[in-house]
């Protein structure tokens, strides 16, 4: 399988939508929007992304779109945030798109936030290099609940 990143196309975007209204990844990734259903609100923070200094990525698979994988944030405070499409679990995606991105953004250093459960998202961070720097709560929407999270660095 080879994985690639480009640039997000506008025809994306209704796959990006479908992909982060799936429940099990919903929940997952916890910290999501107040109300991921809303394709106005969806289509605004994309547009503003887009628009912005982010590095913004399609993830595509044999040439398919699988994901999205991003680097956006302020200088010196830049962070991570991935998604793969839930019928491509577990294949290494997201190792291997996070690889491509850091190869592309050579800015140190990059922070990441995870749910402390999503064992997955801690998991393909530390095979990137992230360390776990820091542990805070914070109101998870799609858990309706205060969850522990942990603060990752990539040092240079
Ligand atoms: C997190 C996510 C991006 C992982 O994508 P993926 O393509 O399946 O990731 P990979 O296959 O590259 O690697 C996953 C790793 O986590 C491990 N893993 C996955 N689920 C796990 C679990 N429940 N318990 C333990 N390990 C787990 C896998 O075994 C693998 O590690 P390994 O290579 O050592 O075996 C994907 O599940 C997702 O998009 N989730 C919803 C959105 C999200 O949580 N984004 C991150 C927000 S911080």
Redesign the pocket.
Same mark, same amino acid.
């Given at each position: 399988m080879e994985i690639a990143l480009r640039p997000v196309h506008d025809s994306d975007l209704p796959v990006f939508y479908r992909q982060m209204n799936d429940p099990e +990844?919903l929940r997952? @990734?916890a910290f999501t929007p107040k109300d991921p259903a809303d394709r106005d609100a969806f289509d605004a923070h994309w547009q503003r992304i887009r628009a912005s200094s982010a590095v913004v990525r399609a993830i595509l698979a044999d040439g398919d779109v699988v &994901?999205s994988a991003s680097v956006y944030g302020e200088p010196g405070e830049r962070e991570v945030?991935?998604? /793969?499409d839930r019928s491509?679990? &577990?294949?290494?995606?997201?190792?291997?798109a996070l690889r491509a991105l850091l190869a592309e953004v050579p800015e140190r250093p990059l922070y990441?936030?995870? @749910?402390d459960d999503?064992?997955? +998202?801690r998991? /393909?961070l530390e095979?990137c290099g992230f360390r776990v720097t820091a542990r805070a709560t914070g109101y998870a929407q799609a858990r309706g609940a205060e969850i522990d999270e942990v603060v990752l660095v990539l040092e240079g």
């Amino acid at each position: 399988m080879e994985i690639a990143l480009r640039p997000v196309h506008d025809s994306d975007l209704p796959v990006f939508y479908r992909q982060m209204n799936d429940p099990e +990844s919903l929940r997952m @990734a916890a910290f999501t929007p107040k109300d991921p259903a809303d394709r106005d609100a969806f289509d605004a923070h994309w547009q503003r992304i887009r628009a912005s200094s982010a590095v913004v990525r399609a993830i595509l698979a044999d040439g398919d779109v699988v &994901g999205s994988a991003s680097v956006y944030g302020e200088p010196g405070e830049r962070e991570v945030t991935y998604w /793969v499409d839930r019928s491509h679990w &577990g294949r290494g995606i997201a190792t291997a798109a996070l690889r491509a991105l850091l190869a592309e953004v050579p800015e140190r250093p990059l922070y990441a936030r995870a @749910a402390d459960d999503n064992t997955g +998202s801690r998991r /393909v961070l530390e095979k990137c290099g992230f360390r776990v720097t820091a542990r805070a709560t914070g109101y998870a929407q799609a858990r309706g609940a205060e969850i522990d999270e942990v603060v990752l660095v990539l040092e240079g």
